[in-house]
């Protein structure tokens, strides 16, 4: 758990906000940048305009600014604290930072860089770290070359793996995808997505690109002027409509195709009919949309909203109960992600000892249960 | 025609050829602190290395004569543990010289570490290196090449000092006479093909060594 509670004023606004054009802010007078921010294991979106404070913040974490008043910790650790006069050195840290414009040193092969933080191991040691690290993000390849020779996507993973060769604690990424196409994007995405669940560390991602903070944030924070105006899930803090290609990316397990039924005006629900004729069809509760009966709308579900039971549910206030049969049963992690056929295919994720003790086992009926509030619309593109 | 003395030529090569380590040591450091530093009185700083390029020799020399002299608290330290005097010793030349060579050194290298991306150095700092680190793994390799043309022109202007070094070693042959002071004597009394030779290499020289820095220094060189 990495805490961030800072301080820093600017009497000139002019060294942390930019301004684009020959348009100048009448109240540029001064910039305050005021942040208090827990950062748990997991990706951690830091989300605004540029001059919005959000790199400010991961160079004050890094160490490379120092905040006028505040803590920052990582664990037990203080790496700084203005009241006990504590300031960590930068490279004590150990802080994986990935520079907005990567920072690969253009006189040093991929290896190099990749060995740089660890040169004081024996020259065989850190050979092989380094590889196995290029190896590790599929850019063996690239180790004998210098950066210049090196396409964006590729530096994009010689960076990643030289801020991992460090061993960090946390990871901090400035804008790390802002200078790629979106098929590298997608597959960096992947990579960061993996490398999460594999090092479970704090990452804190700054980006102004919302398909990125969607697709990679557990949490999100939106910066403005200095300060944090809101802050959520990336997708209760984005806001419906979003475009549904954009809630696969998040791990939204549950996507489906429905046409509007009926609207309930006064209760704030309407009710969608999902599926195709092939699998039979169900029927779903939501929140009230814009669209009237008969219009086609999708609706998403997360895996982990869903709950599970072998009998049908009574006296709950979930107000979707719907009845189905397991088809299969994939294991993630700590979670085992159950499908369910019932109209749809449904996935549900549960703890391994839930699917234990519910004796969860392919073919067996089981019925599922969400609330109307825990589906969220989409356009249906 | 007379054989011609190399001594001041050779004199010239040794006082320029220590001038240059002396006044890379000092320069670079000063040039790095000067391009990194934020401190009150930088640009003060700044100017005073470089009022050696614009004063007159002699204005130089006769500083250099009331800072080096017997009677100054660094003269009589170094008369202390060498047991010599440093005025009208050759060692006096490396010192006029050295002063002469430092603007160049600090304005060159200057320049060339602050085309350094100061990322870069961050991005060493967050990857745990010292800040001694930083400069060796980091800033000095990519302002190496102005660092290299700063030592060759601290070595053309050491070869070539005349008014400062006539002041504080003098002009004796044989012991303090180096090949621009040799000119001037040659010069004077004469010895036209003394000074014509030393005239023409050190010209020679000079070009050589501007020619290749401009080369080294070049933008699009990296």
């Not at chain 1, 800072?6 to 684009?20: G, M, N, V, Y």
């Not at chain 1, 200078?179 to 090092?199: F, R, Y």
Request: some cysteine; overall charge positive; glycine content about 8%.
């Amino acid at each position: 758990m990495l805490s961030v509670k800072i301080i820093k004023e600017f009497a000139d606004s002019s060294l942390s906000t930019p301004t684009h054009g020959d348009h100048v802010e009448a109240d540029a007078s001064g910039f305050m940048l005021n942040v208090d921010i827990y950062f748990p294991p997991g990706v951690t979106v830091l989300f605004g305009a540029s001059g919005s404070g959000k790199t400010l913040t991961l160079k004050s974490i890094a160490g490379l600014v120092r905040p006028d008043s505040g803590m920052i910790k990582i664990g037990e650790e203080t790496l700084f604290d203005s009241g006990q006069r504590i300031n960590l050195p930068i490279r004590r840290r150990r802080a994986g930072y990935v520079f907005q414009h990567l920072a690969l040193f253009p006189h040093l092969d991929a290896l190099a860089n990749v060995e740089f933080p660890v040169t004081h191991l024996a020259r065989a040691e850190r050979r092989a770290l380094a590889l196995d690290l290029l190896r590790k993000f599929g850019v063996g390849h690239t180790a004998q070359r210098l950066p210049r020779n090196i396409s964006g996507g590729e530096a994009q993973r010689v960076a990643l793996a030289r801020a991992l060769a460090t061993n960090p604690r946390f990871l901090l990424l400035d804008e790390p995808l802002s200078a790629l196409d979106e098929v590298v994007k997608l597959e960096i995405i992947g990579d960061l997505k993996k490398m999460n669940s594999e090092m479970r560390l704090p990452i804190v991602y700054v980006t102004h690109s919302r398909d990125e903070a969607l697709a990679l944030g557990e949490r999100a924070y939106v910066f403005e002027r200095g300060r944090v105006v809101a802050a959520g899930e990336p997708v209760e803090v984005f806001g419906a409509p979003v475009k549904a290609s954009i809630a696969r990316l998040t791990g939204v397990e549950n996507i489906f195709d429905g046409i509007v039924i009926s609207r309930d005006a006064s209760g704030g629900t309407m009710v969608v009919e999902l599926g195709e004729s092939v699998e039979g069809v169900c029927r779903v509760e939501v929140p009230l949309g814009g669209k009237d009966a008969g219009e086609r709308v999708t609706v998403a579900i997360r895996s982990g909203d869903i709950l599970l039971a072998t009998v049908r549910p009574q006296s709950v206030s979930a107000r979707n109960i719907l009845a189905g049969t397991v088809s299969a049963l994939e294991e993630r992690g700590d979670q085992t992600l159950v499908r369910v056929r019932g109209g749809v295919e449904w996935a549900a994720s549960v703890t391994r000892l839930s699917v234990r003790e519910l004796g969860l086992t392919v073919g067996k009926e089981v019925w599922l249960a969400f609330k109307t509030y825990s589906c969220r619309l989409f356009d249906n593109e | 025609m007379r054989e011609i003395d190399w001594f001041p030529l050779l004199l010239s090569l040794r006082v320029a050829i220590i001038s240059t380590f002396l006044v890379v040591g000092v320069g670079v450091s000063l040039a790095w602190v000067l391009a990194r530093k934020r401190f009150r009185g930088r640009e003060a700083l700044d100017a005073l290395v470089t009022l050696p390029l614009v004063l007159p020799p002699t204005v130089l020399g006769y500083y250099l004569l009331v800072l080096l002299g017997r009677g100054s608290p660094a003269g009589q330290l170094y008369e202390a543990v060498t047991g010599r005097s440093l005025v009208f010793t050759w060692q006096g030349a490396v010192v006029a010289a050295s002063v002469g060579a430092l603007p160049l050194v600090v304005k060159t290298a200057r320049a060339a570490f602050a085309a350094v991306d100061t990322d870069l150095e961050d991005a060493a700092r967050t990857l745990g290196k010292s800040e001694w680190e930083v400069f060796r793994r980091v800033t000095l390799p990519l302002a190496s090449r102005g660092v290299v043309a700063a030592a060759m022109l601290a070595f053309a202007r050491a070869l070539g000092d005349f008014g400062a070094t006539l002041m504080v070693a003098g002009n004796i042959p044989g012991r303090t006479q180096t090949a621009a002071v040799a000119i001037y004597d040659a010069a004077q009394s004469g010895r036209d093909a003394l000074a014509l030779t030393l005239v023409f290499i050190l010209s020679a020289v000079a070009f050589v060594i501007l020619y290749t820095t401009n080369r080294l220094t070049a933008p699009g060189q990296r």
